[in-house]
């Protein structure tokens, strides 16, 4: 076996145990009580103490392992040097973990020669653990019960595709807030979700169980390890202009794959958007 596939599946072991050492972090410290729980870019963006420490847990955990492989964590936000990172949101889904919702995760994904090759997202407080790498597929290794290899589903038009999408921060105070987009796909869709984890978005979308997902305005480390899952999956991922996603995205949509039902997601959101004013779209489709 060539070196850089078993190097891989060596960091995997090192990143899936840092995600599960993290995620027994976060429930330890949500069940003894959280007490510090403060708005960042405004009231509505949290952050607790257990996001702060999940991530420096982290850290410490890949680091002690590979000292040499750069970290971007959302909480100490400070983009890496080196050429290999790993990309942390200790906890994807605050707002839902703050108030005792069961649907969060820990997501951390492997940037390495310039793609994203490893991702694991750990479902809160159920503790499914998803995971993929590049090449490789996906999979889902259950609390309990055996690990199985994720595929998209079958849907291949709006009309028979169950969607789920993401609303940014700013919704409050800025044009460009997704209505005009939800409101479209509310229409013309079998149903829209939405349940305030992209990470487990992108996942639910990996496994079959949605067909599409659309967020604007993420972060690298909300959808990098989901991202690599869908396309592991089958599915495709690009952002709103139909390029492939890549790291600095700012807009993300996913699909099972199927041509029609991608083209039609792209297509609502481009029609979606047309009354907004160019200055406010994100830089990638500002042109
Ligand atoms: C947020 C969640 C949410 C999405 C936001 C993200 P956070 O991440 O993924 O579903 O709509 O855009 O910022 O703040 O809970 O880590
Ligand atoms: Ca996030
Ligand atoms: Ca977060």
């Known amino acids: 076996m ?18 599960q050492a993290a995620g027994d972090l976060i429930l330890q410290m949500q069940a003894e009580g959280l007490k510090n729980v403060r708005g960042k870019s405004n009231e509505i963006d949290l952050v607790t103490e257990a996001d702060v420490a999940a991530e420096q847990a982290i850290r ?3 680091a002690a392992r590979y000292p040499a492989i750069g970290f971007w964590g959302e909480e100490s936000n400070q983009p890496p040097a080196e050429a290999a990172f790993w990309v942390v ?17 820990v997501n951390i994904a492997l940037q390495q020669e310039g793609q994203v090759v490893l991702g694991v997202t750990l479902e809160l407080p159920a503790r499914h653990l ?13 609390a309990n019960g055996p690990e199985v ?29 997704n209505l005009a ?29 949605l067909a599409g997902y659309w967020e604007g305005w993420l972060n690298p480390w909300d959808a990098a390890p989901g991202v ?8 495709t991922v690009t952002d709103y202009s139909g390029a492939p996603w890549q790291l600095t995205s700012k807009t993300l949509v996913a699909s099972n794959g199927r041509p029609a039902l991608h083209a039609a997601l792209l297509e609502g959101i481009q029609q979606a958007r047309r009354g907004l004013s160019a200055s406010l779209l994100p830089a990638e489709e500002g042109a």
């Open 2 to 19: 060539a070196q850089g596939v078993s190097d891989l599946a060596a960091k995997r072991g090192v990143m899936l145990a840092a995600a």
């Open 60 to 62: 410490t955990a890949l």
């Open 181 to 209: 987009e939800f409101g479209y796909f509310i229409a013309h869709s079998q149903g829209v979700r939405c349940m305030g984890s992209a990470a487990l978005d992108l996942v639910n979308v990996a496994r079959g169980a």
């Open 130 to 142: 998803y995971w993929a790498e590049r090449g490789q597929g996906a999979y889902l290794r259950p």
């Open 89 to 105: 949101d200790p906890i994807d889904g605050t707002i839902n973990f703050a108030n005792g919702l069961p649907y969060c995760a």
């Open 149 to 177: 290899r994720m595929g998209v589903n079958d849907s291949r038009h709006l009309g028979s595709a169950l969607l789920t999408t993401g609303f940014p921060y700013h919704r409050g105070e800025h044009e460009d807030n």
């Open 228 to 235: 690599l899952m869908v396309r592991e999956a089958g599915g």
